[in-house]
């Protein structure tokens, strides 16, 4: 893309207006849906770039019978954002961080990462997790935004969420896999906990949902890509704890610049965004 065509693209500055109950609830139930987060002319404008990038950088070129389940959940592309202009300014748009900062009530959020998480035609569900087990932070005020850059069936494999599950902090060390999709599971029925099903998106629609949310996706039953992109981000002023699995140690590594355990997470990876 050149340099005309990346400042051509929409600034995303405009602020989205959040109400004060919206704040609320997400904070009480831990995820919300938002409609129109990208108005259908930005998203249009974006997704090609975004998915020309994911294309591009995508490394997975098994067959999907081939895979195991996390293999079959998505096609998954991070940190687009360092590797291509027209991503960065997407990536890096205040709309999106000062809704993250608004509903976690913090002044500034930095980024953790970008995924692209491209679900195929036929590709399998999303087992139940939490994002959180894979992220050595300080905080719990963590944030992932879930945009469709396709409007997005049910079908296509939409996002459900547990009601309050952020409020149970860590469950347990299950990385995405049928393990964890049975462990929760049970706890979910023995728990009686409230199950948020997904629901019909539009392109530029997006949910956001806390780090310790226990939230999955179905599979794709259709013949149409389901084409999301995802932004994470946390709090400013946390800092890097002691890894506690390899996934952990990796991320120090790989999208928190290396920084050491008790340093500020505050690497050129991770800028802050307001």
């Not at 974006?46 to 959940?73: C, F, P």
């Amino acid at each position: 893309m050149t340099e005309t065509n990346i400042s051509a693209l929409p600034d995303l500055t405009k602020e989205y207006a959040l109400t004060a109950s919206q704040i609320a609830d997400f904070q009480q139930n831990g995820h919300i849906l938002l409609r129109n987060v990208a108005s259908s002319d930005e998203v249009t404008a974006y997704r090609s770039v975004i998915t020309n990038a994911a294309l591009a950088y995508n490394t997975e070129k098994r067959a999907l019978a081939e895979r195991d389940t996390y293999g079959k959940a998505f096609l998954q592309i991070m940190n687009l954002w360092r590797r291509d202009e027209g991503v960065r300014r997407f990536v890096l748009a205040r709309r999106f961080a000062r809704i993250a900062a608004d509903l976690l009530g913090v002044e500034n959020v930095r980024i953790y990462h970008d995924q692209a998480l491209y679900k195929e035609a036929g590709g399998g569900p999303t087992p139940w997790h939490q994002d959180e087990y894979y992220w050595p932070l300080d905080t719990e005020k963590t944030i992932t935004l879930w945009m469709p850059l396709v409007d997005a069936s049910t079908e296509m494999g939409v996002m459900s969420f547990i009601s309050t599950s952020q409020k149970l902090g860590f469950l347990g060390e299950f990385a995405i896999s049928d393990e964890s999709q049975a462990v929760f599971e049970r706890m979910i029925a023995e728990k009686n906990l409230s199950v948020k099903p997904g629901v019909d998106m539009a392109a530029g629609d997006a949910t956001f949902h806390y780090g310790w949310t226990l939230h999955n996706a179905s599979g794709n039953s259709t013949e149409t890509m389901r084409e999301v992109m995802t932004i994470i981000y946390f709090a400013d002023g946390a800092r890097i704890t002691s890894p506690t699995n390899s996934y952990q140690e990796n991320d120090r590594r790989s999208w928190l610049g290396g920084l050491q355990p008790g340093e500020l997470a505050t690497s050129e990876l991770n800028p802050a965004l307001l």
